[in-house]
């Protein structure tokens, strides 16, 4: 009895450690997929966790979408294996949706692939000065889409680069009547008590239109106080 009970123990642990070992040789992502999301060459900043791609690859069994997250100042990257993607534009991003047009996309090794998106809405030229406790932002809404409502606009204080509507030390909303598309805005306002003792701060621009839920963001930009 004993002989037996150890020669069932001894065929379980070896299945247990061949399975171990199979799973152990499963093959890794050998590809990289990276890229920017822009308009008109130039980087779509967006919130952190915020809108994001799919991918598809047809031709296996399990067919289930590969999420890419995009980071705050527009650029993306995904572990993939080699072989031929589908990329999808979902919906819920600050630009028109893409759903009937599907980007074909080669994965081989490192490829940089870039994605051209319409932002309903863009920020040009933001500029920001401090003078004693009071902060001073001008920029430049346009319209791209001209059906596009705009929303809300806010200027935002952080104290670290990933400051956007949902992680930020302070929002300073701007009211969309006295923005007119196309000609420069200027706001100036007091920095919080909160802040003031900062040595810098990071300060970003958003702009929504009533077609989607996101914001489009200037890039983070650090103001010495």
């Given amino acids: 009895m004993k002989k037996y009970i150890s020669r069932l123990l001894y065929l ?3 299945a247990f450690l061949a399975g171990s070992c199979e799973y152990d040789n499963y093959d890794e992502p050998n590809a990289v997929l990276e890229g920017t999301v822009s308009y ?5 900043g967006v919130r952190t966790n915020g809108p994001e791609f799919e991918l598809w690859q047809d031709g296996y069994d399990l067919k289930k979408n590969i999420p890419v997250y995009i980071a705050h100042d527009g650029t993306y990257s995904v572990s993939l294996f080699e072989g031929q993607y589908k990329l999808v534009v979902k919906e819920g991003g600050p630009w028109v949706p893409m759903l009937s047009d599907t980007l074909i996309v080669d994965v081989k090794g490192k490829t940089t692939y870039d994605v051209e998106v319409t932002p309903y809405f863009t920020i040009e030229d933001p500029g920001f000065t401090v003078n004693s406790s009071t902060l001073t932002a001008s920029f ?7 059906t596009a409502s705009m929303q809300s606009v806010n200027v935002y204080l952080g104290t670290g680069m990933l400051t956007d509507q949902n992680k930020n030390e302070y929002v300073r909303n701007i009211a969309t009547d006295d923005i007119v598309p196309g000609q420069q805005t200027t706001v100036s306002f007091e920095i919080p008590e909160n802040l003031a003792n900062e040595e810098y701060l990071f300060v970003r621009i958003g702009v929504r239109s009533g077609q989607s839920n996101e914001y489009y963001y200037t890039q983070s930009q650090k103001v010495e106080l």
């Fill in 12 to 14: 379980m642990l070896t």
């Fill in 40 to 44: 008109r060459g130039q980087s779509v």
């Fill in 140 to 146: 430049t809404v346009d319209r791209i889409v001209g």
